[in-house]
């Protein structure tokens, strides 16, 4: 059963160092995925003192910058999709406000139980199939661009998804960073990564952990701006389905609320919604919990709830 | 007044070595709440406490208490307040504005320094005090001759850390960059937003005019300059995002008419303003009375407010309820509304200076240049 390691933040606890001492991992280089990153992505030298092993990394956003180099028409169409991704994000963002407000009133509402109950119920459940109808949508927009870019057949994408594949073979364990979980997506989307990852070994922090869910929630309470409804930005790989990561809880969520845990814990439901802070590990095999260190879930009613193993 | 001050004055004159230990164990101005004691020590024929708030007496007579040389004055101000003042002292006939000699904390700007008075419940942000753990941008020196004045002209340009042609930044440009980095701390508050990620790494660049009243008020040939040469130049000079909502322009008090001027002369250019306490004056009938320096700018405003057309897509604008400019600000948000311009206004308890500007910035910046904190999970 191929291992996936998950850890929060390297900062200011780096305990991507246990990896080091790590003997369920195969030995050997690891394979690296640093695009969210960005243009730092080949600065891996340090990270691989961290983990005591030389690392290969597979450059996902390098390839997706040279494809887009060399294929005019593919660089084309990704950017139309972009728009169109970005222009519906805005339109679920205004209606999700609407229905989040709704949400807190009922929740804060004193009405007699009998009568809130059912509308509490109710609240949360708009929020999920405004979650689902956005979530196929975004699903609609991903398919019609991948089958205009099968259409066109781009040879320069197929040659570097054929050499990433065979890179990839070399290596049992592949190590994707943190950083923007956006980028990051875009690229394990664009070579069709999830297919090539399910049998590797993963170890991966903070947005290289959240891509293992089945959906991707962006969210932060304490912007300049004040407070962002957590959002879904896209699917994940899916190597975790029934996990929504949220990385640094600590500093991005107001998780002293039981009522706005509660929301959240009730929307993404069936999926365990955890916290990855700095000093977290989750160990699963396959998809199976079966260590952890400093983890939270978010409950219905009781906030955050310390996650135990047998 | 101040309760241990008044106890201490208040059966008999305390003599100098107790006035010593009051002075040593207190800081100054006395803040109790919403109640504010100024004292200065010293010998004069009257004092008076002369602060910047609109609608303020402007001197208040201290009072000298009983036979020693301490004065006092006790004001009401509300909790959060922050105001910059002087003291002035008349000794023999002669007047003279001094900072509070018992006072560390000064604010600077171009005319010098003030004293501060920090109410309970104002705080210095810690966004802008200078953080360790924040990466360095860089700042270099341009000159540029510019055909629109005639002249050189001077640029600090500053470039985020890690700074690489191969990317492209957003662009904000910024009416009397010298002074904000000097006395609004601009270079460390765009350090520290950029390393926390609620703003992009961007280029900033500073310009300071050599006759800012002057070239500030509605003048056309500083919005040829700013839209036109200054742009063309950046743009073959650094690696722009090449699209209006990446570029804006910013300023204070005139400097803020400036930037709105440049943004209306050149429409479709910039889409991101930044207003700080424009000196907005208008008239809507008849003459203003701001004197003959706010000629240009009341010609400009009425002008504007009459056809405001879409200078920007985004304004953030702030000013301080004590100043006098309230009016003005408060008065162009609907209209900027009117024209489909989102607009976010903030008023702050504070007045007409660079460190009421500075504590907005954060606010100003990340609304119009929103950084990708939201999408970075390190």
Partial sequence: MPLRILY????????????????????????VISAGWQEDEAYTDELGQILGRPLQDLRLYNRADQVFADDPKLREAYRERQERLMELQRLYRGRLRQLMIAARQ?????????????????????????????????????????????????SVLAEQVAAIVEQLADYETVVITGGNVVVLLNRLHLFGMAEHLQSKHIVAWSAGAMVLGSQVVLFHDRTSQGRRDPEIISPGIGLLAELVVFPDAKHRLKSRDPMRVGIISRRFAPACCVTLDSGTTLQFDGDRLRKATEARRLTRSNGLVRIRTA | MNPSLRKLVRKRAPNAKEIDAFVGASEFPLVDGSDITFVYRGSADSISLRCWISGFNAAQPFQRLQDTDLWALSIELPLGSRIEYKFELVTNGQRSLIVDPLNPVLAHDPFGANSVCQVTGYERPAWSLPDPGSRRGTVEEQTLDCKAFGESRTLQVYLPARFRRTRRYPLLIVHDGADYTRFADLITVLDNLIQSLEIPPMVVVMTQSPDRLKEYGGNDKHAAFIGDELLTYLSRNYPLIDEPRARGLMGASFGAVAALHAAWKNPGVFDCLLLQSGSFAFSDLGQHERGPVFDSVVRFMNEFREQPGQPAGRIYMNCGIYESLIYENRSLVPRLQQQGIEVLFEEARDAHNWENWRDRLRNGLTWLYPGPVWMVYE
Avoid: W
Wanted: glycine share 2%.
């Fill in chain 1, 8 to 31: 929060g933040p390297q900062r200011p606890v780096t305990n991507l160092r246990d990896i080091a001492a790590n003997s369920e991992l195969p030995p050997g280089t690891f394979a």
């Fill in chain 1, 106 to 154: 009922m929740q804060r509402s004193k009405a007699h139980a009998d009568l809130i109950e059912p509308e509490r119920r109710h609240a949360i459940e708009q929020l999920r199939a405004l979650d689902r109808h956005h979530c196929n949508r975004v699903e609609e927009i991903h398919t019609n661009y991948a089958n205009d870019i099968n259409a066109n057949q781009s």
